[in-house]
């Protein structure tokens, strides 16, 4: 999306959500590839007609707390928790324009739309025995195709990371070591939450002793024998994951 000629952006900073359907706000408003967002409020007092369900003023107002929220520097989400506060999530640059009302640590404007992405992953604790199909090589360029369509440079970071490794820009496409880097992530995050999951349960899996089936990899519990198994598509079975490791019971 090309900005006016006769404007010159404030860039700031922002998180997302990260979701099947594309980029989020944590408000859960949805961000749409090639279309700024504009900012609106509901209130009366900044100019909405609920008659008409439209606006007479342009948000954000100076007496109201409406627009698009973005911080004046990266830091700023770190110190508040914003840049960490989804286990994944992105985070990145964004361009602002149209009425801006600067605040001490942020800006309230009426266009937004980003400048560059980050995707930032953090180990996943999970309750659920079933991993999503996110992680997964296929759910991650399934979402990353939603960050393509936006047409800025997409990178990945960790959360305890500042470096920014490239996945995809305009001028090259998809980077090869990206893309395996973002899938080994993944993986390690499957096989982290059925540890865990295990764990929880009594049992003593060994991370290295992963054995490839044909439609699965698994493993076993170490005391009990137990099974555990992850698919292709990182979804998760097994006794070990249902059932408590009868050596705790002994134990008990």
Not at 67 to 81: F, P, S
Not at 178 to 201: C, Q, T
Request: aromatic share 10%; glycine share 8%.
């Amino acid at each position: 999306m090309q900005i006016p000629d006769y404007i010159s952006p404030i860039v700031a900073y922002r998180t997302w959500q990260w979701g099947a359907e594309g980029l989020q706000s944590l408000n859960n408003l949805s961000w749409v590839p090639k279309q700024p967002m504009k900012a609106k409020c509901p209130r009366q007092r900044c100019g909405y007609n609920p008659k008409t369900g439209g606006w007479i003023n342009d948000s954000p107002a100076e007496t109201c707390t409406c627009g698009i929220y973005a911080a004046k520097n990266h830091q700023h989400l770190v110190d508040t928790g914003y840049a960490g506060e989804l286990h994944v999530c992105v985070h990145g640059e964004v361009n602002l324009w149209g009425k801006i009302w600067e605040h001490q640590l942020g800006y309230r404007a009426e266009y937004a739309y980003p400048r560059n992405l980050t995707i930032s992953v953090a180990p996943l604790p999970t309750t659920k025995v079933v991993v999503s199909p996110f992680f997964t090589i296929r759910g991650v360029m399934a979402r990353l195709e939603k960050l393509v369509e936006f047409g800025v440079d997409v990178s990945f970071a960790s959360h305890e990371s500042c470096e920014r490794m490239p996945v995809w820009s305009p001028e090259f496409g998809f980077e090869r070591r990206g893309l395996e880097h973002l899938e080994a992530i993944s993986l390690d995050i499957v096989v982290g939450s059925v540890l865990w999951l295990s764990r929880k349960m009594g049992h003593q899996i060994d991370p290295n002793n992963w054995l490839r089936a044909k439609s699965d990899h698994r493993n076993n519990c170490a005391r009990c024998g137990q099974l555990v198994a992850i698919t292709s598509r990182g979804e998760s079975w097994g006794d070990a994951l249902e059932r408590v490791c009868p050596h705790l019971l002994d134990a008990a």
